[in-house]
């Protein structure tokens, strides 16, 4: 089992950066495949980013590409979540995922293939 916590969320300005950390607990998270998803008020919560036990690979959503990069530390159990140019509609709380990977290199982008959760970091972007 994994505990989550997430990071570094806040108040920023049309077209600021933000970098969200997610701290993982336990000796295995390179064997642990992580993702970003937020949820903004009224809405289904959706992927963001994805990537692999190793790093290797990654995914992001169509609505993020090119402006966000998740990457991760497998010596500090950490993923990350470096947004750049953000836009008003990126305003929403966001959340950490892991899921436990048979195959090192694959992504996942389904809400209901992650089992481990964290509580989520509030991301405010005003215009």
């Known amino acids: 089992q994994v505990q989550l916590v997430e990071s570094g969320g806040g108040l920023v300005q049309a077209g600021g950066s933000l970098r969200l950390s997610c701290a993982a607990s336990?000796?295995?998270?390179?064997?642990?495949?992580m993702g970003w998803f937020r949820q903004a008020p009224g809405k289904d919560r959706e992927f963001v980013a994805g990537v692999s036990t190793r790093g290797g690979n990654t995914y992001y959503s169509d609505s993020v590409k090119g402006r966000f990069t998740i990457s991760r530390d497998n010596a500090e159990n950490t993923v990350y979540l470096q947004m750049n140019s953000l836009k008003p509609e990126d305003t929403a709380l966001y959340y950490c995922a892991a899921r436990t990977a048979y195959l090192s290199g694959r992504v996942y982008s389904e809400l209901n293939e992650y089992a481990f959760w964290g509580q989520g970091t509030q991301v405010t972007v005003s215009s």
């Open positions: 336990g000796r295995t998270f390179s064997s642990y495949a």
